[in-house]
């Protein structure tokens, strides 16, 4: 960790919504790592999970979770009086696959999400608002790399509620000067990723190889994504939340490396030793086809942001799902 951070985050007092899930509860190790004196988890639990907290357990009452719905304004103004939160990290959400069962209620908590935590800031109920967006909502790539003023094009209600919330939170910026910084990071992958309902490519052929069946390939397989490993992910948010230039920007947090779906598969069959056929599928209905981000603006403030390399990244992540991920299956 370097000494910077350590400066920026020691004594801090912090909340972060989701944390109890993917990225977020890495987001938690970083925060502890970095000297904050308090983190507060809020996470409903929809995909979140008490394991993911394990290693931030060891920090005893310096760790509060609030099983809450953060959208929900009087739980979080009850939960930011009880923390005092310096900064607020908001990466709760329900996940993108999550908008073909519910399309309305996937959209609704994003934004209602970003309201609550808008209208708190404004109060000066705590400092400042780091919200963690999506690339879902450029849509499919209209020209590579993908700047951040790439057009908003969402196809799924998920990607919807996620651009009217970054949109919200400008408004909130421009009207009263808020303390907002908007990530949108692109596709992770890395341990703890859900690999049960609702999954993504990763854990989704992982879980799937390992459980002695065929991985699933939609469409043709030549969709792309840029692929980032987690912990680069966190270190971005880490450095961009206590960045002075960053604040009320919008962000984007990627590798600037296009990867295609099939790619990907290959990498986990051969790392996970499958052989076989794949199960080739009809494609899914809006689904990006290609993603490719520009980081050109976030690395002239942090430097270079994916500092580890897919290989190394996917065998660190197919470990954990060897060794405690395929527990869960
Ligand atoms: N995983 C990715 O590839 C990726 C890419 C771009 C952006 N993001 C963004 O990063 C953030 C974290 O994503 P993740 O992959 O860790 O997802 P995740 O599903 O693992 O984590 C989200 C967490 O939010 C919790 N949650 C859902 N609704 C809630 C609510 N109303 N109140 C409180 N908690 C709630 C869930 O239980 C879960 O623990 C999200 O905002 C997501 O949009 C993720």
Not at 111 to 117: H, V, Y
Not at 125 to 152: C, F, I, R, W
Not at 212 to 238: C, M, N, S, Y
Request: proline letters at 3%; charged letters at 20%.
């Amino acid at each position: 960790m370097p000494s910077d951070l350590k400066r920026a985050y020691a004594g801090k007092r912090v909340v972060v919504t989701g944390g109890a899930g993917f990225i977020g509860s890495h987001l938690v190790d970083a925060l502890f790592a970095a000297g904050c004196e308090r983190v507060g988890v809020v996470d409903n639990f929809f995909l979140g999970n008490m394991e993911n907290l394990r290693t931030a357990e060891n920090y005893g009452d310096r760790l509060r979770v609030y099983r809450e719905d953060a959208a929900e304004a009087t739980a979080m103004a009850s939960v930011v009086s009880a923390e005092k939160p310096d900064l607020v990290f908001n990466l709760a959400t329900k996940a993108l696959l999550y908008s073909f069962f519910n399309p309305a209620g996937a959209c609704r908590v994003n934004l209602d999400i970003a309201i609550t935590l808008a209208e708190l800031l404004r109060a000066g109920a705590y400092g400042k608002l780091l919200h963690v967006s999506t690339s879902e909502v450029y849509g499919s790539a209209v020209h590579v790399p993908m700047d951040e003023n790439h057009p908003q094009l969402a196809e799924t209600s998920y990607a919807a509620g996620k651009s009217a919330a970054d949109t919200l939170l400008a408004s909130y910026v421009k009207m009263f000067d808020l303390d907002i910084t908007t990530i949108r990071p692109f596709n992770n992958y890395g341990p703890r990723q859900n690999s049960g309902a609702l999954a993504a490519i990763v854990p989704l052929t992982a879980r799937r190889i390992l459980s002695g069946q065929r991985p699933i390939v939609q469409g043709d397989g030549k969709q792309t994504r840029d692929f980032i490993f987690v912990e680069d992910t966190v270190q971005a948010i880490l450095k961009l939340a206590v960045h002075e230039a960053a604040k009320g920007a919008i962000l984007n947090v990627a590798s600037g490396r296009e990867t295609s779906m099939i790619e990907i598969i290959d990498i986990l069959s051969s790392l996970l030793e499958f052989s076989g056929e794949y199960d080739w599928q009809p494609g899914r209905k809006a689904d990006v086809r290609r993603h490719l981000a520009s980081v050109e603006k976030a690395e002239a403030l942090i430097g270079p942001i994916a500092t580890t390399d897919m290989h190394s990244g996917i065998e660190r992540t197919v470990r954990w799902y060897k060794d405690v991920g395929s527990l869960r299956f």
